[in-house]
Nanobody, 128 residues
């Protein structure tokens, strides 16, 4: 079992930056691809970014490309999401998730239903 705890959310003005952290416990996530998702009020959960277990492959939703950066520090069992040039439409609860498998290729990015472990989320609010 993997427990995930997000932190780093808050209130920021448009154009500002935040760095979200996702700390894992229970077991190492060094062989788990990781993803960040978000859900705004009244909307479905959407993917934001993902990173393969090795870090060699990353994925970004079109809406955040060039503004967000996902990274991981396997020694700290932590994944990060650096968010720059924030916009009001980035306002949402942000969740991190871990792939349920530790037997993926080093470049593999999971599909939504392959994420088995989810954090409780952290609120990000961007004011205009």
């Amino acid at each position: 079992q993997v427990q995930l705890v997000e932190s780093g959310g808050g209130l920021v003005q448009a154009g500002g930056s935040l760095r979200l952290s996702c700390a894992a416990s229970g077991r190492t996530i060094s062989r788990s691809a990781m993803g960040w998702f978000r859900q705004a009020p009244g909307k479905e959960r959407e993917d934001v970014a993902a990173i393969s277990w090795s870090g060699v492959q990353t994925y970004y939703a079109d809406s955040v490309k060039g503004r967000f950066t996902i990274s991981r520090d396997n020694a700290k069992n932590t994944v990060y999401l650096q968010m720059n040039s924030l916009k009001p439409e980035d306002t949402a609860v942000y969740y991190c998730a871990a792939d349920g498998s530790t037997y993926r290729n080093s470049w593999y990015i999971p599909t939504l239903n392959e994420y088995a472990y989810w954090g409780q989320g952290t609120q990000v609010t961007v004011s205009s």
